[in-house]
C-alpha cells in the first residue's frame, strides 16, 4: 500500500492545508515510510475483538442542564484577529 | 545548599519554618531562569512581576497560618496547559500571541494551593515529538550534556527541574511525553490513570490518550504535586469521578513481596546494551529486596507504535481544526475562506504537525477507516486487555521507559521513523489509560536510565509506593548533572 502524490493532495485540502509542491513530495515520502508500518496491524488476527475507542470506562456523564456565567465579550474577542461590532469576523464565505 | 536545588517538600518545609520566605524562593529561581535559561532553553516564556505577586499572597497565606501543602512552591507549565494572562502557544506560530482568558484546572487548582507559577516550558510544537526539535521557537538542551536532546515532548519541563530552573513542573504524556523526557533527564515523570487529572484547559492533541502530570526530582514530590492537581472535574467529561490521587500512604509500602512482570517484548529491537544492562541491575536490586520479576510475553507490545501512529493523528487532525485563524492567533491573506483558513493553517503550522495531520485525515478517510483506523482501534482494545490480564497475576509491569539514553540534537530528526519508535516502552499505558512512572534507576554512558513501572487503572497510589520504595534503594548516592 502506497500513497501517490494526488492523494497527498487530495488529504491536503481535506485537512485545509495549502502545501507548495516541495512540502508534498517530501509529505509523500513520510507518509509511505508510515504507512509502509501500518502494514503490520494488516495481518492480525483479532478473533472478533471490539475496537476501543477509549481508555476510559464512563458512559453516560450527564451535567445539569443550567446557565452558568461565561467570558465578558470583550474577553472571547480579545485573541480574534479580526472582529468587527463585537463579533468574530470570519474570512468572506459568499461572494457578493 | 541553594535554594533552588531543594526539592519541592524541602521547600515547603522551609516555608513553614520560616527558613526562608515565598518571595524569596520564588525570586531565587526567576534569577536562576534569568542567568541560566539561555544554556538550556526550558522555558519559553515567563512573568517576573505576576510570579512575585503570587508569592507576596502566598507568603500572607503562610503567615495567617492558612498554608496548604504547596502553598509559596513555585511550578513550571508545559506550554500546552493554558496559564490565564500568560502567553500560551504549544510552542507553534499558528498560537503566537495567544493569551488565554482562563486557567486550566490544574492551573486553577495549584493557584488556589498557593503555589506560584513560574513560567511555561518548552515542547515539541503540540506536543507532537520526543526531543523537544519540532518547537517552532527554540531547541531543548539536556542539562547532563547539552549537546543532547531533553526528550520529548515535554522537554523543557523536564530540562527545567534538571537544570534547578523549577523545584517541579507539569507536563502532558500522549505517548510517553512526561516519562520519555524524565528517562532522559534523571528526573521522576509520572502519567496518572486515564480521568484522574482533568484534561480542561490543556490544548487537546489526541484527546483518548492525553494526561497531564507531574516532572520532579523525587517520587515524594510527584505524589505531592499530583495530590494537589487531580480529582474530579465536571468540565472534563472524561474525569473520572475518584478522588484527587493521595499521597498520604506514600512510604508505607514495601517492596517485600511484590510481584512485578517484566514483558520480554520491551527489550525491543534497537535497545542499547548499556541500557539494559542498567535496567537488568536495578531489577537485580529489587529482587535482594524481595520482589519477585517474572519475565512474561505480551504479544501486542510491537504493534504498539503503528497503533498510536493511526490513533493519535486522527485524532489530532480532529482536534487542530479548531486552529482556522479566525478566534485566535495569526490569520493569512487569501481569497474566500477555505483559502484564508489553509494558508492559515501552511503557514501556521511546523512540518511535523502537518504531516500528523495528514497522516490523520488519510486514516479516517474513505476507504481507508476500516484498514487503519478501525484495525488500530482493536489493537488497542487487545493491548489493554493482555495488561489487564497480566496485571491479575502481578502487581506491576517494569521495563526501560526509553529503549536509548538521550541522543544527540539532530541525529534523528532527520530520520522521522526512528525517532516515533522511541515509545514503544510507554505508549500502551497511554492505550490502555494505566498509571505509569519513570524513576531514575542508573546510568549508561555516563547519562541516566529510567526504569518504568505501570500498574492496573486507579492503581496510582500503590505504584507511587512501589516507585518511592525502588527510588530509595536505587538512590544511595543520588549522581546530579554537573550544572
Known sequence: MAISLDEVRHVAKLARLDLDEPEIMSLQTELNALIGHFSDIQAVDFGGVDPKLHASNLTNVWAEDVPRSSFKRELALKNAPMSKAGLFLVPMIIED | MSITSLTAVEIAAKLRSKEVSAVEVTTAFLDRIDSEDA???????????????????????????????????????????STEGIETTCASKILKGYIPPYDATVVEKLKAQGAIILGKTNLDE??????????????????????????????????????????????????????????FTGTVGYKPTYGRCSRFGLVAFASSLDQIGPITKTVEDAALLAEATTGHD???????????????????????????????????????????????ASLDALRREGATVDEISIPSIPLGVTTYYIIAPAE??????????????????????????????????????????????????????????????QVRA????????????????????????????????????????????????????????????????????GLQLMGAPMEDERMLQAAYCAEQLFAVSPKRPNL
Open chain 2, 382 to 449: 487487545m493491548m489493554t486487555q493482555q495488561f489487564l490480564d497480566a496485571f491479575k497475576d502481578y502487581d506491576f509491569i517494569v521495563s526501560p521507559t526509553a529503549p536509548v539514553v538521550a541522543f544527540k540534537l539532530g541525529d534523528l530528526s532527520q530520520d522521522p521513523m526512528a525517532m516515533k519508535t522511541l515509545d514503544y516502552c510507554t505508549i500502551p499505558a497511554n492505550m490502555g489509560g494505566l498509571p505509569g512512572i519513570s524513576i531514575p534507576c542508573g546510568f549508561a554512558h555516563g547519562l541516566p536510565v
Open chain 2, 126 to 183: 503540540f506536543a507532537m515529538g520526543s526531543s523537544t526539535e519540532t518547537s517552532a521557537y527554540k531547541l531543548a538542551h539536556n542539562p547532563w550534556d547539552l549537546t543532547r536532546t531533553p526528550g520529548g515532548s515535554s522537554g523543557g519541563s523536564a530540562a527545567a527541574v534538571a537544570a534547578d530552573l523549577a523545584p517541579v513542573s507539569l507536563g502532558s504524556d500522549t505517548g510517553g511525553s512526561i516519562r520519555l523526557p524524565a528517562s
Open chain 2, 316 to 377: 489530532a487532525s480532529s482536534n487542530l481544526a479548531r486552529f482556522d485563524g479566525v478566534r485566535y492567533g495569526p490569520r493569512s491573506q487569501g481569497q474566500g475562506h477555505i483559502d484564508v483558513v489553509a494558508k492559515t493553517r501552511a503557514e501556521g503550522f511546523g512540518h511535523e504537525v502537518k504531516a500528523r495531520i495528514m497522516i490523520g485525515t488519510y486514516a479516517l478517510s474513505a476507504g481507508y477507516y476500516d484498514a487503519f483506523y478501525l484495525r488500530a482501534q
Open chain 2, 39 to 81: 544554556k538550556y532553553g526550558a522555558f519559553l516564556a515567563y512573568d517576573r512581576e505576576k510570579a512575585i505577586a503570587e508569592a507576596e499572597a502566598a507568603q500572607g497565606r503562610i503567615d495567617s497560618g492558612d498554608s496548604l501543602p504547596m502553598t509559596g512552591v513555585p511550578v513550571a507549565v508545559k506550554d500546552n496547559i
Open chain 2, 234 to 280: 465536571e468540565r472534563d467529561a472524561t474525569s473520572n469521578p475518584a478522588p484527587a490521587v493521595s499521597s498520604r500512604e506514600l512510604k508505607s509500602g514495601t517492596l517485600k513481596g511484590l510481584k512485578l512482570a517484566f514483558p520480554r517484548e520491551m527489550y525491543g529491537e534497537g535497545t542499547d546494551p548499556e541500557v539494559q544492562k542498567a535496567i537488568q
